[in-house]
C-alpha cells in the first residue's frame, strides 16, 4: 500500500508546498517566466530515498560537484548569451536553483532519489509503499505528471528542457504535449557519433529533450562544442 506520507511529499501536499525531487523554487508566471530544467530522478547519492524535501543547502559550491550541474549551468550560460566556459561566472551570478533565487527552476519526472535509475531496494519499498519502481512510475505517469502538467500549464515557463531523450513520451506526458507535434534535430557529435534532440513551440513555451548531461555514455550531450551547438539553437528558439 502506498506510503501517504511519500504521496504528499511526491504531490506537493506537505506544509511548505515543494514537490520531492525538485530544486529552487521559482516556477515564475507567465509575465515573468523562468526556466525548467527536468532530470529522470535525482541523483544526488546524499539523499537517497529521503522522506523530506526540504532541498537543504543546494549552492552554487555544491551544484559545482556534479558533471550534470556543470554542463547545465554551460548551457543555461549559451542559452542566456554567453560563452559555455564562463559557466561558473554565470553560475555565480544567476545563482540557478538556489532557493530564493529568481529565473530558474530543476525537477524530475520522479520524485525519489536514487544513485542509478535501475535501482529498487527494501528502503525504498518501506519509503514509497510500492513493491517496484515500476509501480511507483506506473503511479506517478499518473497522478505526479497531472500536477506537474497543471503547474506547467499554470506558469507557462519560458523554456523547458527535459534531459535524456529516452524518456521523451514521458516528458511530453507530463507537459501534455504530442510527440508528433515536436521536430528533431540531429547533428555528428565530437566523439563522430549522431546526435538528437528534440524541440518545438508549447503554448508560450520552447519545449525541448536533449541527451544526458552526465557522461554515463557515448550519446550524452558532454562535450563543450556540442553543448554551445545545442545551446544556441535554443537560444534562436527563444529569440524567434
Keep these: 500500500m502506498m506510503n501517504n506520507e511519500f504521496r504528499n511529499e511526491a504531490l506537493g501536499l506537505n506544509s511548505n508546498g515543494r514537490l520531492m525531487g525538485c530544486e529552487g523554487d521559482d516556477l515564475g508566471t507567465p509575465d515573468r ?14 539523499r537517497e530515498y529521503a522522506i523530506t524535501n ?30 559555455a566556459d564562463t559557466y561558473e561566472a554565470f553560475a555565480h551570478e544567476k545563482q540557478p536553483f538556489v532557493r530564493g533565487r529568481k529565473g530558474f527552476y530543476k525537477g524530475n519526472l520522479y520524485p525519489v532519489a536514487c544513485r542509478n535509475v535501475s535501482v529498487w531496494s527494501d528502503e525504498a519499498v518501506a519509503f514509497t509503499g510500492f513493491n517496484s519502481k515500476t509501480d511507483m512510475r506506473d503511479w506517478c ?23 535524456g531523450i529516452t524518456q521523451v513520451h ?6 501534455g504535449v504530442d510527440i508528433k507535434s515536436l521536430n528533431q534535430k540531429h547533428f555528428t557529435g565530437q566523439n563522430g557519433l549522431n546526435r538528437r534532440y528534440y524541440y ?30 545545442v545551446g544556441q539553437h535554443i537560444a534562436e528558439l527563444l529569440a524567434a
Excluded at 505517469?141 to 534531459?163: C, T
Design 141 to 163: 505517469r499518473v497522478e505526479r505528471f497531472a500536477h506537474l502538467q497543471s503547474l506547467f500549464q499554470k506558469h507557462q515557463p519560458q523554456l523547458f528542457m527535459g534531459v
Design 33 to 46: 517566466p523562468s526556466t525548467w530544467l527536468f532530470g529522470i530522478e535525482h541523483g544526488d547519492s546524499d
Design 200 to 229: 518545438g513551440q508549447v503554448g508560450a513555451t520552447v519545449f525541448a529533450v536533449i541527451p544526458h548531461l552526465s557522461r554515463s555514455g557515448p550519446y550524452c550531450l558532454t562535450d563543450v562544442p556540442d553543448i554551445e551547438r
Design 54 to 83: 526540504d532541498g537543504g543547502e543546494y549552492s552554487i559550491e555544491k551544484q559545482l560537484q556534479f558533471e550534470y550541474n556543470r554542463n547545465a549551468f554551460r548551457l543555461l550560460a549559451r542559452i542566456n548569451g554567453s560563452d
Design 170 to 175: 514521458d516528458y511530453c506526458l507530463m507537459a
